[in-house]
């Protein structure tokens, strides 16, 4: 046996524990040459050569079970199979990865981006959006609010709120005229600005907004909106439609009220 490998230091070799190549013993995938004397297990050198092709395989993060049929069926035209389907996986993992990042980094942002400008009026150009309006009739009749969230699931499915882990709220261009701050609606942002020929969407233009971000808590809304239409008049500037409040950080992501981060932004054209 002075030519075989025992398990312990094919194990060495290829830095593994001897209980990963037992289980590839189990799996049907490296069989051991068994001494009947004392129960040792041996390798022979062709066992060397496939045991690394296995680990190549592995670190392909190509599964056992598609390992061991390629291995009952070894050509070159199945290598390629193999590795062409486990490169189109890679690629949308990747692309799976990349969305992930881009999506943490979007709202790492918006968070450090508000904090910095607290308190701070200021004019964003903001893109054109999309999407739909849910009136609210009672602030605190969670039957209507779950019968309207329901009747427009489709939309919901397709809301920037789950790719930015916003909630936007609105109000009407005549309510913040008149110093209504009491009637809001759900704005629901679609994540896509194509032209839909659907009479409830409703596509928000180009434009200069004026924004406002605090910290604190809802109820001091009213003071910030405030604030910004008195910005507004102040400067030359009108309000040109409906508010988008984004709670950047809500109850949903602090336990203190002192912590929630929220934006007010007005649509606003000179006078």
Not at 111 to 138: C, F, Q, W
Not at 170 to 188: A, R, T, V
Not at 227 to 253: H, M, P, Q, R
């Amino acid at each position: 046996m002075k030519d075989k490998f025992l398990i312990g230091e094919l194990a060495k070799l290829f830095n593994i524990s001897t209980d990963t190549i037992r289980h590839y013993d189990k799996k049907g995938l490296l069989k051991p040459e068994l001494n009947n004397e004392n129960s040792y297990r041996y390798y022979d050198v062709r066992d060397f050569f496939k045991l690394s092709r296995i680990l190549f395989f592995k670190s392909l993060d190509i599964s056992l079970e598609e390992i061991k049929n390629y291995l009952h069926n070894k050509n070159t035209e199945n290598l390629l199979v193999l590795l062409k389907r486990k490169e189109k996986e890679a690629n949308s993992k990747v692309q799976h990865w990349m969305a992930l990042e881009k999506k943490l980094k979007a709202k790492i942002d918006i968070i450090e981006s508000a904090k910095k400008d607290l308190n701070t009026v200021r004019i964003k150009m903001m893109p054109a959006r999309s999407g739909i309006y849910l009136k609210i009739k009672k602030e605190d009749n969670h039957y209507e609010t779950k019968k309207m969230f329901n009747d427009n699931k489709q939309y919901i499915a397709m809301s920037s709120w789950l790719v930015d882990g916003q909630i936007y709220t609105s109000l009407q261009k005549e309510d913040l005229e008149n110093h209504i701050f009491n009637k809001f609606s759900y704005f629901i942002e679609l994540a896509f600005n194509e032209d839909i020929l659907k009479p409830e969407i409703t596509k928000l233009p180009e434009g200069e907004y004026a924004c406002i971000s605090f910290l604190g808590p809802y109820k001091d809304m009213k003071k910030h909106y405030e604030t910004l239409i008195k910005w507004i008049e102040i400067n030359g500037y009108k309000i040109a439609g409906n508010s988008i409040e984004k709670n950047i950080v809500d109850y949903d992501f602090s336990d203190l009220e002192d912590e929630y981060i929220s934006e007010i932004q007005i649509p606003i054209s000179k006078k």
